[in-house]
């Protein structure tokens, strides 16, 4: 069933239920209240009638003259009985059904009583006068009563019947409505390609649940882009990486097949392969630390931050041989404690020579600064470069894998060194901030918590 039937349905069910309990209310409201009305009218007709029959021996000509104009306004026309005290009727109407003895001697004891059969509504007094006592019965005829709460049943029933018509069509109309933006959402998410997820759903700036699902499944769509993106610059980069080392085995090989060869040569063949077989291992160990495939066991070691660095400029310079690169070190002797962190080294090294060989390759020939000091009884490195700098929009991405920003497109890289060097900090809770504009430079702080 769909939600706009259903809710048509449970707008009509929660209508009929509603409808019905104030039908019940509204008809035995009216019943109490008409009947209440009619008892208080007998109660005065039946006073009328005992001051009209037996009080004109104990009245002046005045007063008895107001009492017959008021017998003759409201009792004339009505039913009424005058029993005494043999229970015999001594003024009114005979035709009229006779009260039971039972019932008298009832409104002797309780002096008033209101009470009915099967077709009056009764109401007697008990009245002591000089002649006698007496019992005062006025009657109500019970016919006019139960035609006005006919006429009233047949007013509540048809306009419950067009409520429920109206309230059908009404809330079928208004759940279309209201249904309306689902059914654009449903048709722009049935619009979504696999080929091209990089979409929004458009919001329907309704301030409900709609918009929270809505923004919800748009965050959704854009982790799920990355995703794609992430793994397309995947499977790019790890077909280049090892393309390269497995042709030139390959190559090495096929040669080496074409004749016989010396030891030397093949010692040389085989210190080749080792090396590209390193190579692609590191690679590989460097996907693991990127994709979190595998929890590696950190070797914690106490490591010489200085030391560190100009390993890692050694070998920056092995692969930028142009590459300018000025250390500064503002560390006093007597605090060389700080020089030590307990770390795995291999994946600190990994970290800062990514860092640095950026620096270097993003500088574009300009020096890149390195720079140890003291920073709130810690360690701060920082490295800052004068590159290209990073767009303050997309400097929350860095982080991603395979992630470049949009200004890099001139400069080799695969997006992979920042994000590796950030997730190595991250699993060993190193501190750090990055600060970049562009066109002025980049500049990584890192602040190494003494243990």
């Not at 005829?141 to 007013?155: D, E, F, R, S």
């Not at 048709?187 to 979504?192: G, R």
Request: glycine share 4%; hydrophobic share 40%.
């Amino acid at each position: 069933m769909k939600v706009r039937t259903r809710l048509s349905l449970y707008c009509s069910l929660i209508y009929g239920i509603i409808f019905a309990l104030m039908a019940f209310l509204i008809y035995g409201l009216y019943s109490k209240n008409a009947e209440r009305t009619i008892y208080d009218n007998l109660n005065k007709t039946a006073y009328i009638s005992a001051l009209f029959y037996l009080e004109e021996d104990e009245l002046n000509a005045r007063e008895f003259n107001k009492i017959r104009e008021q017998f003759e306004e409201f009792v004339s026309d009505s039913y009424y009985q005058i029993y005494d005290e043999k229970n015999q009727i001594a003024y009114g109407q005979h035709a009229t059904m006779d009260v039971p003895a039972s019932t008298l001697d009832k409104i002797r004891k309780v002096k008033k009583l209101s009470f009915s059969t099967d077709e009056y509504l009764c109401h007697g007094i008990f009245y002591e006068d000089n002649q006698g006592d007496f019992v005062v019965i006025a009657k109500e005829n019970k016919a006019a009563l139960n035609a006005q709460k006919q006429l009233l049943l047949w007013i509540l029933v048809p306009l419950f019947l067009l409520g429920a018509i109206a309230i059908i069509f009404l809330s079928r109309w208004v759940s279309r409505i209201a249904y309306r933006p689902f059914s654009r959402t449903i048709e722009e998410v049935n619009n979504i390609s696999t080929n091209n997820l990089d979409v929004q759903i458009q919001s329907p700036q309704t301030k409900d649940e709609l918009q929270d699902l809505i923004d919800t499944f748009n965050n959704l769509l854009e982790k799920i882009s990355e995703t794609v993106v992430i793994q397309r610059n995947f499977v790019r980069y790890v077909s280049h990486e090892f393309k390269t080392p497995l042709a030139s085995m390959l190559g090495n090989l096929d040669l080496f097949s074409l004749k016989e060869r010396t030891p030397e040569e093949y010692q040389q063949l085989s210190e080749k392969l080792m090396q590209q077989i390193f190579q692609m291992e590191e690679i590989l160990n460097t996907l693991i630390i990127v994709s979190d495939l595998k929890k590696e066991e950190k070797e914690v070691s106490q490591t010489r931050i200085d030391e560190l660095i100009w390993e890692i400029i050694h070998k920056v310079k092995n692969l930028h041989p142009a590459s300018k690169v000025r250390v500064n070190i503002n560390i006093a002797p007597e605090e060389e404690a700080l020089m030590f962190v307990q770390i795995d080294r291999t994946q600190l090294l990994i970290a800062l020579f990514n860092l640095l060989e950026n620096a270097v390759k993003y500088s574009q020939k300009e020096s890149v600064e390195v720079d140890l000091s003291k920073q709130a009884e810690t360690l701060c490195l920082s490295i800052t470069d004068k590159g290209i700098g990073i767009p303050a929009e997309q400097l929350p991405h860095v982080s991603k894998p395979f992630y470049r920003a949009d200004n890099t497109n001139e400069i080799q890289g695969n997006g992979i060194g920042l994000s590796l060097a950030l997730r190595i900090f991250d699993k060993n809770k190193i501190a750090y901030r990055i600060d970049s504009q562009t066109g002025v430079g980049t500049q990584v702080t890192i602040l190494f918590q003494q243990h």
